[in-house]
């Protein structure tokens, strides 16, 4: 049974704080993905990997950024937290394809910064 | 630019009716996928289905059903005799090389 697990489901910050989000797949998966999702705004890519210690930029990378030291690990990290990052994040991953494979997603955090 | 457009944003019907969640997608390539994905209240992505753009047969699984129509570059969700479980966002999506582009969801509410 394919497996992504996320750190926290609910998390609290203050402005200015580092923050890690922590993603684990255990499917061997090469590709791993990290969305925000906003309301009325749908899901929006950020950032994401082909391998270990490959990281390419999303849709939104700004105020991101990642590290992926370990094949089934990849962490989102929010350098300097701020209220417009508030918001639902979500960890998916992927087996290497020609495009087109399924992503399989954890259960997301929710991030609420003050 | 390759897009998918979910019209409706939410929709609410009395349960054991049928509901269509309509989906309909731009691309240029002449190879792609199409999914749909679940969003419970509990937050988590269930994968529902992935369809090949050479594949153009309809999908049913139980009570679902998938109505891929290339003519009009529609993909869309029929769930038949509706049942409370069934609320959730529902999103399509749509493969753009190893990524996928989803639509912004609609809203499904099935009214006890």
């Known amino acids: 049974d394919v497996k992504v697990t996320q750190s926290s489901r609910y998390l609290v910050k203050r402005t200015g704080e580092k923050v890690f989000l922590e993603c684990v797949q255990d499917?061997?998966?090469?590709?791993m993905f990290w969305y925000r999702q906003d309301p009325g705004l749908g899901l929006r890519l950020i950032y994401f990997?082909?391998?270990?210690?490959?990281?390419e930029k999303g849709d939104i990378p700004e105020g991101y950024s990642v590290s992926r030291e370990k094949k089934e690990r990849f962490s989102l990290i929010l350098e300097s937290a701020s209220t417009n990052q508030t918001s639902m994040y979500l960890c998916?991953?992927?087996?290497?394809?020609?495009?087109?494979?399924?992503?399989?997603f954890g259960p997301g955090t929710r991030l609420l910064v003050l | 630019a390759q897009k998918v457009t979910q019209a409706q944003t939410e929709i609410s019907v009395v349960e054991k009716e049928d509901v269509t969640l309509d989906c309909v997608y731009e691309?240029?390539?002449?190879?792609?996928?199409l999914f749909w994905y679940k969003q419970p209240p509990s937050g988590e992505l269930v994968f529902l289905i992935r369809?090949?753009?050479?594949?153009?047969q309809n999908e049913i699984s139980g009570r679902y059903s998938w109505n891929f129509q290339k003519s009009t570059s529609s993909f869309n969700f029929t769930i038949t005799a509706s049942q409370v479980v069934d609320s959730a966002v529902y999103f399509c999506?749509?493969?753009?090389?190893?990524?996928?582009?989803f639509g912004k969801g609609t809203r499904l509410h099935i009214l006890p």
């Open positions: 998916a991953s992927s087996p290497p394809s020609q495009g087109g494979e399924t992503q399989y």
């Open positions: 499917m061997d998966h090469e590709n």
């Open positions: 990997s082909y391998d270990v210690k490959m990281k």
């Open positions: 691309t240029r390539d002449t190879t792609y996928y």
């Open positions: 369809r090949n753009s050479f594949d153009e």
């Open positions: 999506a749509l493969s753009r090389d190893d990524k996928i582009i």
